[in-house]
């Protein structure tokens, strides 16, 4: 059962024990979280591993007697690199939680409690996720204003900041137009010195008014007059900005006699803010309107809800009407969106193109008017006719938002979270919203979560789960045919739902070792069909941890193949390396049972763990898969070679055949070949498909 792969967590464990490190490893694991492990064995290799690898967290033993905690905080500390150090413990008491961030750890985490543990790693990473992101920010920020910078200077438009009133910034093309040489001219000069005496008090009482907040008018029309006291009409346009870390006004100023056509250029204006297409706000400019509404919230305890839409099946519906009629098919989205939410529009809602084939909604109000809003789209969606070049139907719509309030005032916050939410919808069928509450995520989130466990066992009953097959492919010249099955949960629109959506919460609900069960069980009915067939076929199945620990599992498993006639040398069963590692007991014995019917193991995402050679001492599979992480741009990184070739080779010398999954490329395969790699797999070679028609013999 392929769960995916999230970004990993590149971990230094400090432990006297190596299995105490590898249970800390399985626990993040066994949570959906990724990890790139590494144990130092020595106070020397922990400072070089500091120095010379990337680490994202220490865990440390408080009790460690190989080295010592309060060597580790200082060799954390002194690294001069932003790496969180947690403490380890069994139990805490005041004298010790002192002492630890006395040492400078940031956190600790308790053994014995497994929420507890999990809630500091990943608080700390996602801290550190936060810092590290603000300072890209920043870097990001400092070039974007030198860029700024580089651009109002180059620029024909007369432009100025001022601040309080005087001029803190100005171009060359605004200080010609007022007739002077350089910046130092005018540098800390009001702007009211350039106003011409009949409009000093108007343009006074603005000042006054933008100093209290107040928004700038679009268009401003003054007399203004040159350093010669020559007098000219002008037009202002306000923007509000900030230059050197102060809130100021950007502000641009230009004969009116340049301005030939003002309506003209206003239309222009409005033109560059839509999409060409529908006639929405195109993404930049909802953007804009979106951050400032987050904004708004952060400051202010505003309160906005953003919606994002895609049609249903929209691929499938582009096919049959043609690529000619994509355009219409978008406008007439459009239209059924501005129709279904006229009096929305009317109040200060916004609708925008927001992708090729999805839009988006940005309205002011509380939780229930969102969600009514997401209702009322939806339905409206269902029941309008589309007609495109002749023809006519109806669609449905996934929709995802979120309420944007003080708790998520940022904008790819706010992004995640809607564009979750439609991937959630369209995976549950289709027709329906979602919609994040942060101030109900609790509720929110456990309704969503039953609903899974509900459609989870309705599957099982009814025979809702599929499979689907990927071939794998010898290296070195055997042809016969061997598959790795994939589980896939089927939508009620006919799409299939990856196991990364619902296995989590089959596992925390006690329902993996059933689905197990689906697994093994129509693999074994494949597998005897193509025997009859005179096609027979190796498969390759996931099982999980909750298999490992059964003890029935190989019984079911001897009855299955007995009643459909089939071969167990014909079924191999894979298990991760890090669940055999903190179930070895359980592993041999389950190895044992199973290899009595023929059956093979295989021991995958091998070399991801802290000892993976020792482990080979212990138990010792058909297969071993190597970890996807080093076959990643395997053709450039030399250091990755060379870990297949270790890991190939160690297989080998314990006869044991071995697997490459991943696999992206030709150049992979020619490096997978030269490091004596047995068989491969990847999109590259074929995709996964629901039948199983590879030509192992080409």
Same mark, same amino acid.
């Given at each position: 059962?392929?769960?995916?792969k999230?970004?990993?967590?590149?971990?230094?464990?400090?432990a006297?024990?190596?299995?105490?490190?590898e249970?800390?490893?399985?626990?993040?694991?066994?949570?959906g979280?990724?990890?790139r492990p590494?144990r130092?064995?020595?106070?020397?290799?922990?400072?070089?591993i500091?120095?010379?690898?990337?680490?994202?967290?220490?865990?440390?033993?408080?009790?460690a007697?190989?080295?010592?905690?309060?060597?580790?905080?200082?060799?954390?500390?002194?690294c001069g690199?932003d790496?969180?150090?947690l403490?380890?413990l069994?139990?805490i008491?005041?004298?010790?939680?002192?002492?630890?961030?006395?040492?400078?750890?940031?956190?600790?985490?308790?053994?014995?409690?497994?929420?507890?543990?999990?809630?500091n790693v990943?608080?700390?990473?996602?801290?550190?996720?936060?810092?590290?992101s603000?300072?890209r920010?920043?870097?990001?920020?400092?070039?974007?204003?030198?860029?700024?910078?580089?651009?109002?200077?180059s620029?024909?438009?007369?432009?100025?900041?001022?601040?309080?009133?005087?001029?803190?910034?100005?171009?060359?093309?605004?200080?010609?137009?007022?007739?002077?040489?350089?910046?130092?001219?005018?540098?800390?000069?009001?702007?009211l010195?350039?106003?011409a005496?009949?409009?000093?008090?108007?343009f006074?009482?603005?000042?006054k008014?933008?100093?209290?907040?107040?928004?700038?008018?679009?268009?401003?029309e003054?007399?203004?007059?040159?350093?010669?006291g020559?007098?000219?009409p002008?037009?202002?346009?306000?923007?509000?900005?900030?230059?050197?870390?102060?809130?100021?006004?950007?502000?641009?100023?230009r004969?009116?006699?340049?301005?030939?056509?003002?309506?003209?250029?206003?239309?222009?204006?409005?033109?560059?803010?839509r999409?060409?297409?529908?006639?929405?706000?195109?993404?930049?400019?909802?953007?804009?309107?979106?951050?400032?509404?987050?904004?708004?919230?952060?400051?202010?305890?505003?309160?906005?809800?953003?919606?994002?839409?895609?049609?249903?099946?929209?691929?499938?519906?582009?096919?049959?009407?043609?690529?000619?009629?994509?355009?219409?098919?978008?406008?007439?989205?459009?239209?059924?969106?501005?129709?279904?939410?006229?009096?929305?529009?009317?109040?200060?809602?916004?609708?925008?193109?927001?992708?090729?084939?999805?839009?988006?909604?940005?309205?002011?109000?509380?939780?229930?008017?969102?969600?009514?809003?997401?209702?009322?789209?939806?339905?409206?969606?269902?029941?309008?006719?589309?007609?495109?070049?002749?023809?006519?139907?109806?669609?449905?719509?996934?929709?995802?938002?979120?309420?944007?309030g003080?708790?998520?005032?940022?904008?790819?916050?706010?992004?995640?979270k809607?564009?979750?939410?439609?991937?959630?919808?369209?995976?549950?069928g289709?027709?329906?919203?979602?919609?994040?509450?942060?101030?109900?995520?609790?509720? &929110?989130?456990?309704?969503?979560?039953?609903?899974? =466990? +509900?459609?989870?066992?309705? *599957?099982? %009953?009814?025979?809702?789960?599929? !499979?689907?097959?990927?071939?794998?492919?010898?290296?070195?010249?055997?042809?016969?045919?061997?598959?790795?099955?994939?589980?896939?949960?089927?939508?009620?629109?006919?799409?299939?739902?990856?196991?990364k959506?619902?296995?989590?919460?089959?596992?925390?609900?006690?329902?993996?070792?059933?689905?197990?069960?689906?697994?093994?069980?129509?693999?074994?009915?494949?597998?005897?069909?193509?025997?009859?067939?005179?096609?027979?076929v190796?498969l390759?199945?996931?099982?999980s941890?909750?298999?490992?620990?059964?003890?029935?599992?190989?019984v079911f498993?001897a009855?299955?193949?007995?009643?459909?006639?089939?071969?167990?040398?014909?079924?191999?069963?894979?298990?991760?390396?890090?669940?055999?590692?903190?179930?070895?007991r359980?592993a041999?014995?389950?190895?044992? &049972?199973?290899?009595?019917?023929?059956?093979?193991? =295989? +021991?995958?995402?091998?070399? *991801?763990? %802290?000892?993976s050679?020792?482990? !080979?001492?212990?138990?010792?599979?058909?297969?071993?898969?190597?970890?996807?992480?080093?076959?990643d741009?395997?053709?450039k990184?030399?250091?990755?070679?060379?870990?297949?070739?270790?890991?190939?080779?160690?297989?080998?010398e314990?006869?044991?055949?071995s697997?490459?999954?991943f696999?992206?490329?030709?150049?992979s395969?020619?490096?997978?070949?030269?490091?004596?790699?047995d068989?491969?797999?990847?999109?590259?070679?074929?995709?996964?498909?629901?039948?199983?028609?590879?030509?192992?013999?080409n």
């Open positions: 059962m392929a769960t995916g999230d970004t990993a967590l590149r971990l230094l464990l400090v006297d024990l190596v299995n105490e490190a249970a800390m490893v399985s626990r993040l694991r066994n949570a979280t990724a990890v590494l130092a064995e020595s106070l020397d290799e922990l400072v070089s500091l120095a010379q690898q990337p680490v994202d967290m220490v865990l440390a033993d408080y009790t007697v190989v080295i010592p905690f309060d060597h580790v905080a200082k060799a954390v500390m002194g690199k790496v969180p150090l403490a380890v069994d139990g008491t005041d004298d010790i939680l002192e002492n630890v961030q006395g040492l400078g750890a940031q956190a600790v985490a308790l053994h014995s409690r497994n929420q507890q543990f999990l809630k990943l608080t700390e990473w996602n801290d550190l996720e936060a810092r590290r603000q300072r920010l920043e870097a990001q920020m400092r070039e974007t204003q030198r860029r700024c910078d580089m651009l109002i200077d620029s024909r438009e007369p432009i100025a900041y001022i601040h309080e009133g005087m001029h803190i910034r100005a171009n060359q093309a605004y200080l010609d137009m007022f007739g002077y040489e350089s910046f130092d001219d005018i540098e800390g000069m009001s702007l010195d350039l106003v005496t009949p409009d000093v008090e108007a006074k009482a603005l000042l008014r933008l100093s209290k907040g107040e928004d700038p008018p679009p268009r401003y003054l007399t203004a007059h040159d350093s010669n020559e007098e000219f002008a037009v202002m346009e306000f923007v509000a900005a900030e230059y050197q870390g102060e809130h100021c006004q950007q502000i641009i100023f004969h009116q006699a340049t301005e030939s056509d003002p309506e003209l250029v206003q239309e222009l204006e409005e033109l560059r803010k999409d060409q297409t529908t006639g929405l706000l195109n993404r930049p400019t909802f953007l804009r309107k979106l951050e400032d509404a987050v904004v708004d919230a952060g400051q202010n305890q505003a309160q906005y809800g953003l919606l994002l839409l895609e049609p249903d099946n929209y691929q499938r519906i582009l096919h049959e009407i043609g690529l000619s009629g994509a355009d219409a098919l978008l406008v007439a989205i459009a239209k059924c969106m501005n129709d279904a939410l006229a009096a929305e529009l009317a109040n200060g809602a916004q609708i925008a193109r927001f992708s090729e084939n999805s839009f988006a909604v940005l309205t002011r109000g509380d939780y229930q008017i969102t969600t009514a809003l997401a209702e009322q789209l939806r339905a409206a969606f269902a029941a309008y006719v589309f007609e495109v070049d002749g023809k006519s139907g109806s669609l449905t719509a996934s929709i995802g938002g979120v309420q944007i003080e708790k998520i005032a940022s904008v790819s916050q706010v992004l995640a809607a564009s979750h939410g439609i991937q959630s919808s369209s995976s549950m289709g027709n329906r919203a979602e919609i994040f509450d942060p101030g109900a995520v609790d509720r &929110a989130e456990e309704e969503r979560i039953q609903a899974w =466990v +509900l459609r989870i066992k309705d *599957a099982l %009953l009814n025979d809702h789960f599929a !499979l689907i097959y990927q071939p794998i492919i010898s290296l070195l010249g055997s042809p016969s045919p061997m598959y790795e099955t994939y589980l896939r949960l089927e939508g009620n629109s006919g799409e299939s739902v990856a196991p959506h619902f296995l989590p919460i089959a596992e925390e609900h006690g329902l993996l070792g059933q689905i197990d069960r689906w697994v093994i069980l129509n693999a074994i009915k494949s597998i005897a069909a193509r025997a009859r067939a005179g096609k027979p190796t390759l199945v996931k099982i941890q909750a298999s490992l620990l059964d003890e029935a599992m190989p498993i009855e299955q193949l007995a009643e459909h006639n089939a071969s167990g040398a014909s079924l191999l069963l894979q298990v991760p390396e890090s669940k055999v590692f903190i179930n070895l359980a041999q014995v389950f190895a044992a &049972a199973v290899g009595k019917l023929d059956c093979k193991m =295989v +021991l995958e995402q091998f070399g *991801a763990g %802290l000892d050679f020792q482990l !080979l001492a212990h138990f010792v599979p058909g297969f071993v898969k190597i970890d996807r992480s080093f076959i741009e395997l053709p990184n030399s250091a990755n070679q060379q870990r297949v070739r270790e890991l190939a080779q160690k297989a080998r314990h006869h044991i055949q697997i490459a999954e696999v992206q490329d030709a150049a395969m020619s490096v997978l070949f030269s490091c004596g790699v068989y491969a797999e990847g999109d590259f070679l074929a995709m996964a498909g629901p039948d199983m028609n590879y030509d192992f013999d």
